[in-house]
């Protein structure tokens, strides 16, 4: 079978919504958002207190997380496998082999870059507020509350970033999930799956999903960043 | 009064303030004039702790709270990302619950500057913030602060964007807040003020 009729072959399963492609994307869309959900509600709070606070080891934190921010995603999953396994202090949870192992592996590996990205976004606006906040009185929480409405539009850019690289990523989920058909099998564990197995037409039908998937991603991302300039 | 006692103040190697000394009278209009450069916006900062002197002290009335009693309106006005009814009422929002009250006097003072016309109001409110004149974002600037009716306002070059008609009109508000407030204004508009006051501090 020739490339040409592997995606024309491809094409064709994605229109026919067959029942393990729509549980494998809903597997996928659940543990990446969750774990962007999860991983926004902690990030962007951290990141404006160290935009906007001075305190002893600021510099060596943000480079720390700038640093963290190229994490192997094979490396976060092998930690996490040895938190979760049975000699692993948190083996009586049970969370290995399970959708919530998934969910910290992919919240570990966003979550320093949501920081580093929202620490970018409050620092290029925070000048302009700095004076304000300060001369009506603002505590430390208000402060963060307005800044992170003021620039809500690009959390969610940032967010979204967040979310691409989550849907993108294999090594950790594959360590950490086990790729259990119709439990912890998600788009980037199945293509790896289905290409070592032959089937590539099932592989880039899975591939051709992942990539409207991320095109969606990025078109979202620059509409909301077209209205956030109006 | 308002007493500054040796203010020191400097950003890198330039001083800005060494050893400064001044006092404000309690109430009334203060105006802080000179050449572009030589701290005029730096020492009302510094009074409204906006930033901080790195020597020296200000010492305020016994009966002002600092956190609810000073108001400031910068040059530059700040406008939030929401709408002008938000914006209007957000420095009332961080301190207090709004009423109606708050509302009343946010319209009587607009009202000032679009010449008693609710329907120039209204368009006001359908404007998109972010499309206002410098003129109209220093009016709801203006208005946001004075809401609270601070006891301490500081104005810094708030005739800067308005039209000389909106200007005389900023100028018989300032006139009237001025009697029971303490104003201090920084401008290089001294001929539409000079009338207003003596106490008239020449920075160098």
């Known amino acids: 079978m020739d490339n040409t009729s592997i995606i024309i072959e491809a094409l064709v399963l994605i229109s026919t919504l067959d029942e393990n492609l729509i549980d494998i994307i809903s597997t996928s869309l659940t543990v990446s958002i969750t774990a962007v959900f999860f991983s926004c509600i902690i990030s962007i709070p951290v990141a404006v207190i160290i935009s906007i606070k001075e305190f002893t080891g600021k510099n060596i934190i943000t480079t720390?997380?700038?640093?963290?921010?190229?994490?192997?995603?094979?490396?976060?999953?092998?930690?996490?496998?040895?938190?979760?396994?049975?000699?692993?202090?948190?083996?009586?949870?049970?969370?290995?082999?399970?959708?919530?192992?998934?969910?910290?592996?992919?919240?570990?590996?966003?979550?320093?870059?949501?920081?580093?990205?929202?620490k970018q976004t409050i620092d290029s606006i925070f000048y302009e507020y700095k004076d304000f906040i300060k001369s009506i009185g603002?505590?430390?929480?208000?402060?963060?509350?307005?800044?992170?409405?003021?620039?809500?539009?690009?959390?969610?850019?940032?967010?979204?970033?967040?979310?691409?690289?989550?849907?993108?990523?294999?090594?950790?989920?594959?360590?950490?999930?086990?790729?259990?058909?119709?439990?912890?099998?998600?788009?980037?564990?199945?293509?790896?799956?289905?290409?070592?197995?032959?089937?590539?037409?099932?592989?880039m039908a899975l591939g051709l999903i992942l990539i409207l998937l991320s095109i969606l991603i990025s078109t979202l991302t620059n509409m909301i960043k077209t209205y956030s300039c109006k | 009064m308002i007493k500054l006692e040796n203010i020191s103040k400097s950003f890198g190697t330039k001083y800005v303030f060494n050893d400064f000394n001044h006092n404000f009278n309690g109430n009334g209009l203060s105006i802080i004039n000179g050449p572009n450069g030589c701290g005029k916006t730096t020492l009302l900062k510094i009074m409204s702790n906006v930033i901080r002197p790195?020597?020296?002290?200000?010492?305020?009335?016994?009966?002002?709270?600092?956190?609810?009693?000073?108001?400031?309106?910068?040059?530059?006005?700040?406008?939030?990302?929401?709408?002008?009814?938000?914006?209007?009422?957000?420095?009332?929002?961080?301190?207090?619950?709004?009423?109606?009250?708050?509302?009343?006097?946010?319209?009587?003072?607009?009202?000032?500057?679009?010449?008693?016309?609710?329907?120039?109001?209204?368009?006001?409110?359908?404007?998109?913030?972010?499309?206002?004149?410098?003129?109209?974002?220093?009016?709801?600037?203006?208005?946001?602060?004075?809401i609270l009716k601070p006891k301490l306002l500081f104005l810094d070059e708030p005739f800067s964007h308005l039209d000389d008609q909106r200007a005389n009109k900023l100028v018989s508000l300032i006139q009237?807040?001025?009697?029971?407030?303490?104003?201090?204004?920084?401008?290089?508009?001294?001929?539409?003020?000079?009338?207003?006051?003596?106490?008239?501090?020449?920075?160098?």
């Open chain 2, 54 to 146: 790195d020597l020296g002290k200000i010492l305020f009335p016994s009966k002002l709270k600092l956190d609810n009693d000073i108001g400031y309106v910068f040059q530059k006005p700040l406008m939030l990302k929401r709408n002008i009814w938000d914006n209007l009422l957000y420095i009332v929002s961080t301190k207090q619950k709004i009423t109606q009250r708050h509302k009343d006097i946010c319209l009587k003072l607009l009202m000032k500057f679009y010449d008693d016309n609710m329907k120039k109001i209204n368009n006001l409110f359908d404007s998109n913030i972010f499309k206002l004149s410098g003129g109209e974002q220093q009016i709801i600037s203006l208005a946001r602060t004075l």
């Open chain 1, 64 to 118: 720390i997380v700038n640093g963290l921010m190229g994490l192997p995603p094979v490396v976060v999953g092998l930690f996490i496998y040895l938190l979760l396994s049975y000699q692993g202090p948190l083996a009586a949870y049970n969370l290995l082999y399970t959708v919530w192992a998934m969910v910290i592996a992919q919240f570990v590996i966003v979550t320093p870059i949501i920081i580093a990205l929202s």
């Open chain 1, 138 to 203: 603002l505590t430390t929480f208000k402060s963060m509350t307005l800044l992170i409405w003021e620039t809500r539009d690009l959390m969610l850019v940032n967010g979204l970033a967040g979310l691409g690289r989550a849907f993108a990523e294999v090594g950790a989920v594959i360590i950490v999930g086990g790729n259990i058909a119709h439990e912890t099998r998600v788009l980037t564990t199945s293509i790896a799956l289905e290409t070592s197995r032959g089937d590539l037409v099932k592989a």
């Open chain 2, 176 to 204: 009237s807040y001025s009697e029971n407030s303490k104003v201090i204004m920084v401008t290089h508009r001294l001929d539409i003020v000079k009338n207003l006051t003596d106490d008239i501090l020449y920075l160098k």
